[in-house]
């Protein structure tokens, strides 16, 4: 006879609504047990987590847990579900940890020591702060070639190669049903001095995910952990948040090289300008709006109403979110290339077990995990 466990119904209704579906949705053998019924087998509770996305453990208790997130909540503006994280976000979280605390024990085995960037600009100024970030991650403005993407694949790269790791992605995993919503959030960064990791939502424009990607790698500077959904039109309440958004803003767009450049610049309608500027520093063109307020470089009768006519006209813009796209060419984004080296590496040489490599890369497949190592060159 199978093993039935005891569930309470008002956890069974959270879990419901946190993954979005109705009992409507559910076959009717879990139907059963849900509505309330009898009592679910230990198989079926472990399915009906899966299908929810909820940790089974909190199915056993006998009210709905409260979450909490795992670093300081920047964010603006979220009031869905009264602000309770969701599953998908609670599951990148989650991820994210368990992925740095490996990376961590690794670096620490490996002799790798502490990286001396992390927390280094946390007196500075935001100017003075944007500076050191764009020498120490060599992205001066003479530096920044090609095309958006590229822009962002460089200084991910760049960081990574610093000792941090980074990570850009708009689903849990590889799990392309479960997205994550940027309306929740755009991005959070887990500073440590030995394993710090920054994380992109990439469900957003990529001048989207460049801000949030120079947002998050201010966090690492100023040594502050944080998860925020940065947005230029908008003043956080945080010191912390005003900080790492005026210090992206200035590490983006370096205000003496903007004032040169609009020196240079022939006399044309602001729209035409905003776009040159743009494709020199490769972000976007609110952010350089924003810039030429703050410096005064153009003074503007209504700013608000120059702010939504350029928003107004990037409406028509697609979104460029990380699905599609052929999957080894996108595991390193999304699991971040430096962690994938060395957890191929430890699993090679029988440090780390083929299913901690799985999870650690969100993989089920040893076949895929073994392409993707030939595919980095890390067979």
């Known amino acids: 006879m199978s093993l039935r466990v005891p569930v309470s119904s008002s956890v069974m209704d959270w879990a419901l ?35 929810t996305g909820v940790p089974f453990g909190y199915l056993l208790l006998d009210e709905p847990p409260k979450l909490n997130l795992p670093v300081p909540d920047f964010r603006s503006g979220y009031t869905a ?59 001066e403005v003479s530096d920044r070639r090609g095309s958006w993407a590229d822009t962002r694949r460089t200084l991910i790269r760049n960081f990574e190669e610093l000792g941090g790791l980074a990570i850009a992605t708009s689903m849990v995993g590889n799990k392309t049903r479960k997205l994550l919503d940027p309306n929740e959030f755009r991005g959070f960064s887990f500073v440590d001095t030995t394993a710090p990791l920054v994380f992109v939502n990439t469900n957003q424009t990529m001048n989207g995910q460049i801000f949030t990607l120079a947002h998050e790698l201010a966090h690492v500077w ?22 790492c958004s005026l210090t992206a803003s200035h590490f983006l767009v370096p205000r003496e090289d903007l004032k040169e450049r609009m020196d240079k610049l022939p006399k044309q309608e602001l729209p035409l300008k905003l776009d040159a500027l743009a494709r020199a520093y490769k972000c976007g063109t609110l952010v350089i709006l924003q810039a030429l307020r703050d410096s005064r470089l153009v003074e503007f009768e209504n700013f608000g109403a120059t702010y939504a006519a350029e928003e107004a006209r990037l409406d028509g813009f697609v979104k460029e979110g990380g699905g599609g796209g052929d999957f080894y060419n996108s595991q390193p984004l999304r699991a971040s290339e430096r962690l994938s080296r060395a957890v191929l590496q430890e699993t090679s040489e029988g440090r780390t077990t083929l299913s901690e490599a799985l999870s650690l890369m969100s993989m089920k497949s040893p076949a895929t995990l073994d392409e993707y190592a030939k595919r980095l060159g890390a067979a």
């Not at 009264?82 to 690794?106: C, I, T």
């Not at 944080?226 to 900080?243: A, C, Q």
């Open 222 to 243: 100023h040594g502050q952990s944080g998860i925020d959904s940065p947005e230029i039109s908008i003043t956080p309440d945080s010191p912390t948040e005003r900080w």
């Open 81 to 139: 579900m009264a602000g309770e994280p969701s599953a998908n976000l609670v599951a990148v979280l989650d991820q994210s940890e368990r992925r740095q605390a490996w990376y961590k024990e690794f670096a620490e085995a490996n002799g790798l020591g502490e990286l001396g960037f992390v927390g280094s600009a946390a007196d500075m100024k935001p100017a003075e702060a944007a500076g050191e970030m764009r020498r120490t991650l060599s992205f």
């Open 17 to 51: 609504q946190r993954a979005g579906l109705s009992v409507e949705d559910l076959d009717h053998a879990t139907q059963r047990w849900v509505i309330p019924g009898e009592a679910p087998t230990l198989a079926q509770l472990e399915g009906f987590a899966q299908r």
